[in-house]
């Protein structure tokens, strides 16, 4: 399938999953919809690759790298996420996850010593402003609220996200890992997803959450969306994506994704921003499309370096 339909499929079905999570909340807790969700991706995937004639097992030291994979992409990364989106409008949970491209370059600096550039701090700046003018009506309401006794449920909400972008970021550096020890993308999905989803199974459980199952044809409509075009079909497409074309351009899929995100809000959930919270938003996703762009032109200048160099060594 060419690159470019592999793009447009991930940015399309991604943007959508952040307001089909909402056809899942009410009815069921938020861990149990997680657990139902990448249980039938997971059991879909093993299945395709069993289909396929693959070789299911896995040696222990892929294992050990995948549970902790499972453990930050879709355990603790989609739990908040869930959880956060019942206090929140799914459009500015997607807006928050544009950030993921900001706390990477962290990450790195954090576990191998890689130098942050100018260019990215200040690209973070405008987008911590853009996150301010987004965010901090809704904040401040929030505050008085809880400072007069009330739930503050919008902060707790906030925070969430931000945990769970964070998670997905440490999620996304264990891919590497990954990958050394298999290059089957299903298969290593398929085990992954099961890691989190046990793990997520054992929280529910040990905390005493309902298993029940909703009426709704509408929770069973997203949950099918959500596990085979959300989990399965968008996954595969952004890590085929990797592959072929690296993660300076994949990456993008981050900048388009909460766009189409906030336009379904709009449509969907009656989400009407004030011209200070679209300030925000356009500041901060310009910050992140502003930020790739410059990684872009960085790593062209070094690779067109190194062709040079070996050019002149022959």
Not at 69 to 76: H, K, V
Request: net charge positive; charged share 10%.
């Amino acid at each position: 399938m060419p690159s470019p339909f592999l793009f447009i499929i991930a940015c399309l079905i991604w943007g959508s999953t952040f307001w089909a999570i909402t056809l899942q909340l009410g009815d069921v807790a938020p861990a149990v919809s997680v657990v139902y969700r990448f249980g039938l991706a997971s059991a879909t995937l093993f299945a395709w690759c069993a289909l396929r004639g693959d070789k299911l097992r896995l040696p222990w030291r892929a294992q050990k790298w995948m549970m902790l994979q499972g453990l930050a992409s879709f355990a603790l990364s989609y739990v908040c996420t869930y959880t956060s989106e019942q206090y929140l409008v799914s459009a500015l949970v997607s807006v928050l996850f544009a950030l993921m491209v900001f706390w990477t370059p962290l990450l790195n600096r954090i576990a191998f010593g890689t130098r942050i550039t100018l260019s990215t701090c200040f690209a973070a700046a405008v987008a911590i402003c853009g996150i301010v003018l987004l965010f901090y009506q809704s904040i401040g309401l929030a505050l008085k609220d809880l400072l007069g006794g009330g739930t503050g449920h919008f902060l707790l909400g906030f925070l969430l996200a931000l945990v769970a972008t964070m998670a997905s970021t440490v999620g996304n550096a264990l891919v590497m890992k990954v990958r050394e020890h298999s290059p089957n993308v299903m298969l290593t999905m398929a085990w992954t997803m099961l890691w989190g989803t046990s793990m997520v199974a054992v929280w529910a459980i040990a905390t005493g959450q309902s298993w029940n199952l909703p009426a709704r044809s509408s929770y069973w409509m997203g949950l099918a969306y959500l596990a085979i075009f959300g989990s399965v079909i968008a996954f595969s497409a952004y890590f085929t994506l990797i592959a072929r074309i690296g993660t300076q351009k994949t990456v993008y899929i981050g900048v388009v994704t909460p766009v189409i995100s906030v336009l379904l809000s709009v449509q969907f959930e009656h989400y009407r921003p004030a011209p200070i919270e679209w300030l925000g938003m356009v500041l901060c996703l310009s910050s992140v499309a502003w930020a790739l762009t410059s990684g872009a032109r960085k790593t062209q200048a070094i690779d067109s370096i190194s062709n040079q160099q070996s050019a002149k060594a022959t």
